[in-house]
T-cell receptor
Framework: KNEVEQSPQNLTAQEGEFITINCSYS?????LHWLQQHPGGGIVSLFM???GKKKHGRLIATINIQEKHSSLHITASHPRDSAVYIC???????????FGTGTRLQVFP | DTEVTQTPKHLVMGMTNKKSLKCEQH?????MYWYKQKAKKPPELMFV???????INESVPSRFSPECPNSSLLNLHLHALQPEDSALYLC????????????????FGPGTRLTVT
């Protein structure tokens, strides 16, 4: 079993829909990252969370440390949001990130 | 400047060639990372440099040789690679030495797409 699980693996949506991507992890962490990767592209860090909730534009990320669960929400989705979204956690006192397998999102006009 | 740059963007090399990948950041970060990413897979950590010293080597074959000449620059020297080494090679950096979680946020470069023929 992977230490970081994401769901769904693939997601299609119509432009304007509200999207939720989930991440569950089984290790103790110091921080959780949400990353975005467009096809053939590099990785962009969207959020780093250690508690609570963060918002940036149409993106919202939440984390529940007790339940070891995080969600990434996209409001008013747009075709340019089409990308792979990766959840990654940093366990205590380490430089290593443990990555989820990613969620492939396609938003159609 | 909050950018990690990588050169070249694309590289095609033969199995007998020697080439190098370059990564640069000017954010004052003291930790730098090399990752390898195969298609439709998450990145795999290869090396970590902390304060210009190699701190993590994830049992990477010796045909990959990292180098950190100074705190802003990270190289990956490639020699006698195999076709299965074809992948996207990502560099990242983060602050080091702080006690807050912010000190460990990683900033990624755009990657070098390597093809070994």
């Amino acid at each position: 079993k992977n230490e970081v699980e994401q769901s769904p693996q693939n997601l299609t949506a119509q432009e304007g829909e509200f999207i939720t991507i989930n991440c569950s992890y089984s290790v103790g962490i110091s921080a959780l990252h949400w990353l975005q990767q467009h096809p053939g592209g590099g990785i962009v860090s969207l959020f780093m969370l250690s508690s609570g909730k963060k918002k940036h534009g149409r993106l919202i990320a939440t984390i529940n440390i007790q339940e070891k669960h995080s969600s990434l929400h996209i409001t008013a989705s747009h075709p340019r949001d089409s990308a792979v979204y990766i959840c990654a956690v940093r366990s205590y006192n380490t430089d290593k990130l443990i990555f989820g397998t990613g969620t492939r999102l396609q938003v159609f006009p | 400047d909050t950018e990690v740059t990588q050169t070249p963007k694309h590289l095609v090399m033969g199995m007998t060639n020697k080439k190098s990948l370059k990564c640069e950041q000017h954010m004052g970060h003291r930790a730098m990372y090399w990752y390898k990413q195969k298609a439709k897979k998450p990145p795999e950590l290869m090396f970590v440099y902390s304060y210009e010293k190699l701190s993590i080597n994830e049992s990477v074959p010796s045909r990959f040789s990292p180098e950190c000449p100074n705190s802003s620059l990270l190289n990956l020297h490639l020699h006698a690679l195999q076709p299965e080494d074809s992948a996207l090679y990502l560099c990242a950096s983060s602050h080091q030495g702080g006690t807050g979680a912010k000190s460990y946020e990683q900033y990624f470069g755009p990657g070098t797409r390597l093809t070994v023929t």
